[in-house]
């Protein structure tokens, strides 16, 4: 699939124009499970007929010569949804995985959408590593049904019952040994009469699974190897004009635009969008519109933010932490001042975590094209989509949501960061005032750190009370911070066995624009508890890993988890001279513990780590080289964001603008190694996107602690930061 | 504006901008050669790299007027179909996630192997530092770079 040049995307296509243009019979399965309809694809008023009566469902679609099309409804950031969610339909249809082929589900969320937050909606929404555990139960039953249509076909076809026919690798087989191909069975098929509802138990046993668990190469990587791969950032189509927005670095402050004749009068220049908090230059080329935006002489007015100094305001957290009032009340067990007034032995700590930043390497951008009487829109964007799977484009042009088409791309990476449609809002204001032209919104990287929406910096203050046995009987966890949520996940502790425990946030507002940044609160709340649990172990003299093993007593999944990186890790074996070990456990959905081996450069303040262990239960596995993909990532970003990463900001203003001062992490610092190990497990499947991530920062901290006696408690443990806690 | 011949994937493409645009603009913009991507404009992150005279350059930094008649290679003209040993060795070990940075990095890997057939893993390093994978592909990078050599 090369890109042909000046040729209009083709992947993205409405409901409609994709059940007219296909080939062959499409496959369409009620999305109650009751309501199922075959129609030839050539039938379009019958296919109208139907899209009126019913919310009909079309997940896959069958040629008479044994192509099969499986419809993804998830984002593809790379976290591999492309394959795993076909997959699961493949596997209970019994369809030949070499003649699958994956396109994107139209972004239609009560036909293509999993179970939403609230009981009984629908949401296609991919956020929260939820995707593979949302859509499980959906794919394959919709799988199922489409495996009892072809079938109850071929029963008809022959003559002969049902319960004589079964089906493999694309092929109907009759008890005679009489088979017939699914492509061969699409003349015939027809929709049994009164369609049975699958139940779990017509669903395959997990040890007659022959795709999922087992090594499938992930379905798009040919085209992200040979360059093919589109992004929205690739999209060119005819008459189309650039547009780029200069929203300066203090977040939400009201622009002057004092050169707009100057402006106007430049090369290419084609209009000047004015934003409450940017300007926009339309341009007939990309060229011609960054040059335009360097040349904006604009008078910024303050901003909520205005004053506001990152590095300075840990000292005012550090007085709300001290308040005797509680903030919000987010999880509460026993009471934890009990346990304090009668406890031998207290500790308390405080953690910091300083803002950071997505970083995904294509930088922000939307394709609009608002039709000329204004009425309807196509969009091209790479998204995590969301509650409004239309982005809030049909706001923004005052058209009905129908009237916006939605062509979803590969992400340059997601992170968090494209769960936000400020991006898609400003393409579409601005095509609004384009139409008919298409625009191409682009966000340079200065655009994308400078009005960035950060991982909001937090303080932790745990304390932990100790019984004359050494137990913990009693754990308070106060967050503070700004962002509720983003600051607040992550604090709980549901496996370890702690009789006493409080979660409270108490907030702080500072204008700084915040978001969901992989894993979120989780971050710096176990960077927080796993150090804590450490600084216990260190002052009673105890392995961190008995100590865990002993809280993780009532919960045998994370113990397992435990033993195993331990095993692997070879936790207790010999060390090379200059390095130690540290653990860290997380649960994020799924359950990992991991093991970190470092050294520490004591000239420079340089933490290098050496190898990383991992033990993941995360229930059944779809793709298992993909769950050791996401561990490996996840272990990488975290380290990047640990070891490296800073955003901070100065009288509200942010200080940094691209890689040469956001540095992330390089080939040069990764490990030699990292080993995952996933344990065996007939559990639902839970996500695995965000688990490996906030591991980094406590096994690091620990493993430091146990080489130096000493303690790094402020996220990133730079160099600098380093050297002045060794010299402390 | 300025008329510009480009020799590139051994075929003469000819365009009209301005002379300071960087070559990648040309390429993505103009030739709708868009496997070489835009990540940070300040040649820091390695997405934008292609091969000047067998050479990794970084596109985003380098104004077509200063290109002349160079052999230009860019991931679309890496292979035909694909069947670089680098390429083969990235599918082999499942390399890229969200894949945007990873035409960079196959780019930077070739042009390595090209110079160098062996590479040590701290000459792997040195070559591959200035390509940044957000989703933290590095270790199966440096795995297929290995593979690849050895194939």
């Known amino acids: 699939m090369k890109n042909d040049p000046k040729i209009l995307p083709e992947r993205g296509f409405t409901r409609r124009e994709f059940l007219k243009s296909s080939g062959g019979v499409a496959l369409f399965i009620g999305a109650s499970g009751l309501m199922s309809q075959l129609i030839s694809c050539s039938d379009t008023e019958g296919i109208k007929e139907q899209l009126e009566k019913h919310p009909i469902t079309a997940w896959v679609q069958i040629t008479e010569d044994g192509e099969i099309t499986i419809y993804n409804p998830a984002a593809e950031m790379g976290q591999g949804s492309m394959t795993s969610l076909p997959l699961l339909f493949a596997e209970e249809m019994d369809a030949d995985w070499s003649r699958v082929r994956v396109e994107f589900s139209p972004q239609e969320s009560d036909i293509y959408g999993s179970e939403g937050w609230a009981p009984g909606s629908k949401l296609m929404f991919t956020v929260g590593s939820r995707t593979t555990k949302a859509y499980y139960p959906v794919m394959r039953k919709a799988g199922a049904q489409a495996r009892y249509i072809l079938r109850s076909s071929a029963a008809d076809h022959w003559g002969v019952p049902l319960a004589e026919t079964s089906t493999k690798n694309s092929e109907v087989i009759h008890t005679s040994g009489k088979k017939i191909s699914y492509g061969d069975l699409v003349p015939y098929l027809t929709v049994p009469e009164d369609m049975p509802d699958i139940s779990e138990n017509d669903l395959k046993k997990q040890e007659d699974f022959e795709l999922v668990g087992k090594y499938i190469p992930r379905t798009e990587l040919p085209s992200k190897t040979d360059g093919s791969a589109q992004f929205a950032i690739d999209i060119i189509l005819p008459n189309m004009v650039y547009a780029v927005l200069e929203r300066g670095n203090l977040h939400g402050a009201s622009p002057t635009l004092l050169n707009e004749a100057e402006i106007l009068a430049m090369d290419g220049v084609l209009k000047l969008v004015p934003f409450d908090y940017a300007i926009g230059v339309v341009a007939k080329s990309l060229e011609q519109a960054l040059s335009a935006k360097k040349q904006l002489n604009i008078k910024w007015g303050d901003s909520p933010a205005s004053g506001f100094n990152s590095q300075e305001v840990y000292a005012t957290y550090e007085k709300i932490a001290n308040q005797a009032d509680k903030g919000r009340i987010l999880n509460e067990i026993g009471s934890v001042d009990n346990a304090a007034s009668i406890a031998a032995k207290s500790y308390t700590a405080d953690f910091k975590n300083d803002y950071v930043y997505h970083a995904q390497m294509e930088p922000l951008n939307a394709i609009i094209q608002v039709a000329e009487d204004g009425q309807s829109a196509e969009v091209w964007v790479g998204s995590q989509q969301g509650p409004d799977t239309k982005l809030g484009v049909p706001d923004i042009l005052g058209i009905p949501p129908e009237k916006v088409n939605v062509h979803l791309q590969y992400l340059g990476g997601g992170f968090g960061r494209r769960s936000m449609n400020d991006f898609v809002e400003e393409c579409a204001f601005i095509a609004k005032e384009m139409a008919p032209l298409a625009v191409k919104l682009m966000w340079t990287r200065e655009d994308d750190v400078g009005y960035g929406a950060f991982r909001p910096l937090s303080l932790q203050r745990l304390r932990a009370s100790l019984d004359n046995q050494g137990n913990i009987t009693g754990f308070s966890h106060c967050v503070i911070g700004d962002g509720g949520h983003l600051v607040a996940s992550g604090a709980r502790n549901d496996h370890y066995n702690i009789p006493n425990q409080l979660v409270e946030w108490r907030s702080a507002t500072h204008g700084v624009r915040l978001k969901h940044w992989r894993a979120v609160g989780h971050g710096a709340n176990k960077f927080a508890i796993e150090c804590m649990l450490d600084e216990v172990a260190f002052q009673q003299n105890m392995d961190p890993v008995a100590l865990r093993r002993k809280l993780m007593a009532n919960s045998p999944r994370a113990l397992a988890t435990l033993e195993k990186v331990v095993e692997i890790s070879n936790w207790n074996g010999p060390l090379k001279e200059g390095r130690a070990k540290g653990v860290s456990f997380v649960e994020h959905g799924s359950l990992g513990t991991g093991v970190c081996e470092i050294s520490v450069d004591r000239k420079t303040g340089k933490i290098r780590v050496h190898h990383f262990w991992i033990a993941v239960d995360a229930g059944v596995i779809v793709q298992p080289d993909n769950v050791k993909a996401q561990m490996e990532g996840g272990i990488i970003m975290g380290m990047s964001s640990v070891l490296n990463e800073q955003i901070t900001i100065k009288d509200g203003r942010v200080e940094q603008s691209n890689y040469h001062n956001y540095p992330l992490l390089r080939m040069q610092d990764v490990p030699d190694s990292i080993e995952t190990v996933l344990i065996d497990s007939n559990e639902i499947p839970e996500g695995v996107g965000e688990t490996a991530t906030p591991m980094v920062a406590g096994a690091i901290a620990n493993a430091f602690l146990k080489l130096t006696g000493k303690r790094l408690r402020h996220i990133p443990f730079t160099p600098e930061r380093v050297l002045a806690i060794l010299n402390s | ?151």
């Not at chain 2, 000819?14 to 835009?38: F, M, S």
């Not at chain 2, 780019?107 to 701290?122: F, G, I, Q, V, Y």
């Open chain 2, 1 to 151: 504006m300025a008329n510009f011949k480009l020799n590139i994937n051994g075929k003469i493409q000819e365009v009209d901008v301005d002379p300071n645009t960087p070559l990648l603009w040309v390429l993505r913009e103009h030739l709708n050669l868009v496997g070489a991507k835009y990540g940070c404009g300040i040649a820091q992150c390695g997405s934008c790299t292609v091969h000047v005279q067998g050479v990794a350059v970084r596109s985003c930094m380098l104004a077509v007027s200063t290109v002349g008649n160079q052999e230009i290679t860019t991931i679309e003209g890496l292979s035909e179909n694909g069947e670089h040993p680098v390429q083969e060795a990235w599918l082999e070990l499942d390399v890229p996630q969200c894949g945007y940075c990873q035409t960079g990095q196959i780019m930077t890997a070739a042009a390595l192997l090209e110079n160098n057939p062996n590479p040590s893993d701290e000459e792997i390093d040195m070559a591959m530092n200035g390509n940044i994978c957000r989703c933290g592909t590095y270790v199966r990078i440096k795995k297929a770079i290995k593979l690849a050599a050895n194939s």
